[in-house]
């Protein structure tokens, strides 16, 4: 008999430009295949910044979508360009909360879901989840795709005491949390030591294999032009992702005729922070190298990324217990990746597991240096690691999602 999950979700199409979206669409995507039901609650589109509706069409047919009434504080209730920090409280999109209730209680009498799933970061999703199972006693599954609290996060003391409550009360009332890098894993494991073990579990991010197979890999751009290019995909925070270091790596190769505005160009596609990339490409003067690119679908992002030369993650040791969505995608773009990274960090140790040792540290200017030149001989040379298939086939979306269903199913045989 077929059973049904009510997915609480504000990553969804028609949203634009977010890879956290993969993971609910995928998963609503292939979880039929394994006996499930999706029936997705998500925001209304009035809610999301930009929108596109180019995934619209990734979404099977017979996954119902409900969309609840949801606001953004920072543009729908502002005066004067301000809004009051406690109408955005645990986020901007708290509204949801309001327009989600009624909605999810309607779900529940309409189709009687056997278990709620809701996705992290957008922490109203658990703080709707949370109430949708205090309400009704339907057993209720978090998911992770990033640690909630952590020493210096959220940097606002209001927001972070709001975080921490929603996060004690989700750890309290789930019946099984899930993340996705083995770092937050334990890192949960750690702080709730309290909890059961068999609680927390571990599903990674992934790649869509149907999507990969659509595109068609261009010709190699080293054999075409002599000119390297390489690519970041995504959004560039400046804390997190701070590229300054590199930057500074490039320019003192410049100046040693290492790399030449004719033997490399770097794309920073979609960083989200142009203004600010911006002023750092300005001011060390690397603007022949480096260029910023607009934001694209994700089908033509894919497609860029089997296009280039290689492929480049930055990622802080602040973030050493996250991964970036994108570099499962990376992988089976299956085109080298320099990974500016922590070598001790999660990131790192993903690419290590898989052949893939092109890695320095994101905040040493010297070991960039040394990292880049290694890297782009490599290129050079046809001999940087990439990911074989076989290593890879374990991240498709398709194998998340029966993980996915084994835990619901388990989480169902449970609370019986």
């Known amino acids: 008999m077929v059973k049904r999950v009510l997915m609480i979700a504000y990553h969804f199409p028609p949203l634009h430009g977010s890879s956290g979206m993969q993971r609910t669409l995928r998963f609503a995507r292939y979880l039929p295949d394994h006996g499930w039901e999706p029936i997705i609650l998500a925001p209304s589109p009035r809610a999301y910044q930009q929108t596109d509706s180019g995934q619209l069409a990734d979404i099977r047919e017979q996954v119902r979508v409900y969309r609840a009434f949801a606001l953004d ?203 600010y990339l911006q002023s750092l490409i300005d001011r060390f003067e690397i603007g022949t190298i480096v260029s910023l690119a607009p934001p694209i679908s994700y089908n033509e992002a894919l497609a860029e990324m089997l296009a280039v030369d290689g492929l480049l993650i930055l990622q802080a040791a602040n973030c050493n217990n996250q991964i970036p969505a994108k570099l499962y995608e990376y992988l089976r773009a299956q085109r080298p990746i320099l990974a500016l990274t922590d070598p001790v960090g999660d990131t790192a140790g993903k690419l290590r597991n898989v052949g893939i040792d092109t890695i320095a540290p994101l905040d040493s200017k010297e070991a960039i240096m040394d990292g880049l030149r290694r890297f782009l001989a490599l290129l050079r040379e046809n001999k940087a690691p990439i990911a074989p298939m076989d290593k890879i086939l374990s991240n498709s979306r398709e194998t998340g999602a029966g993980e996915l269903a084994g835990l619901l199913g388990a989480i169902t045989k449970i609370d019986k």
Request: proline share 7%; aromatic share 10%.
């Open 73 to 275: 504080t920072a543009r729908h209730l502002t005066l004067k360009g301000r809004y009051l920090r406690l109408l955005a409280q645990p986020d901007r999109w708290v509204s949801w909360w309001l327009g989600a209730i009624p909605v999810g209680l309607y779900l529940i009498r309409k189709y009687k879901p056997d278990v709620i799933w809701s996705t992290y970061p957008i922490a109203t999703a658990h703080l709707i989840g949370l109430t949708l199972h205090r309400l009704t006693g339907i057993p209720w599954m978090a998911d992770f795709r990033d640690p909630m609290v952590q020493p210096d996060y959220p940097p606002h003391p209001l927001t972070y005491r709001t975080y921490e409550w929603v996060e004690n009360k989700t750890i309290e009332h789930c019946s099984s949390a899930v993340f996705t890098t083995p770092g937050t894993l334990r890192d949960y494991q750690t702080r709730f030591s309290h909890v059961p073990a068999s609680q927390f579990h571990l599903i990674e991010n992934g790649y869509d294999e149907s999507s990969f197979a659509a595109i068609t890999r261009s010709v190699n751009q080293i054999a075409r032009t002599g000119r390297i290019t390489l690519l970041h995909s995504g959004i560039i925070y400046p804390s997190e992702r701070d590229p300054t270091c590199l930057f500074e790596a490039l320019v003192t190769l410049l100046k040693q005729n290492v790399i030449s505005a004719e033997s490399l160009h770097i794309i920073l596609r979609a960083s989200h922070h142009e203004e």
